[in-house]
């Protein structure tokens, strides 16, 4: 995770390093303005009866992601469950194999 985090910030400050270098009218407008979305852009963004029937969807698909999330972590919490079983079973089978020797 810190790995990532170094790369992110390492990424930003390179990034912010080429902007101050490459000064053209590109790298200066692409944040300093704020556009209003033309007469296209509101009609798509405004509310749309025939689409009030495919409104209902967006609980269905939200519980399917939130089971999909649940049945990954039951996979994961099994997977570590079955690892420290098996080094459990090792580590006594280890220290059995190390008594019966010792008695011999």
């Given at each position: 995770?810190a790995?990532?985090?170094?790369?992110?910030?390492?990424?930003?400050?390179?990034?912010?390093?080429?902007?101050?270098?490459?000064?053209?009218?590109?790298?200066?407008?692409?944040?300093?303005?704020?556009?209003?979305?033309?007469?296209?852009?509101?009609?798509?963004?405004?509310y749309?009866?025939?689409?009030?029937?495919?409104?209902?969807?967006?609980?269905?698909?939200?519980?399917?992601?939130?089971?999909g999330?649940?049945?990954?972590i039951?996979?994961?919490?099994?997977?570590?469950?079955?690892?420290?079983?098996?080094?459990?079973?090792?580590?006594?089978?280890?220290?059995?194999?190390?008594?019966?020797?010792?008695?011999?």
């Open positions: 995770m790995f990532l985090l170094n790369k992110a910030t390492a990424l930003s400050h390179l990034r912010s390093h080429s902007q101050l270098k490459t000064e053209d009218s590109f790298s200066l407008s692409r944040r300093g303005f704020h556009v209003e979305p033309g007469p296209r852009e509101k009609a798509l963004l405004a749309d009866p025939s689409l009030k029937r495919f409104k209902s969807q967006k609980r269905n698909v939200w519980r399917l992601k939130r089971v999330d649940v049945l990954t039951a996979v994961v919490a099994g997977c570590c469950y079955e690892i420290y079983v098996k080094a459990v079973m090792r580590e006594e089978a280890r220290k059995q194999a190390a008594a019966s020797e010792s008695l011999q």
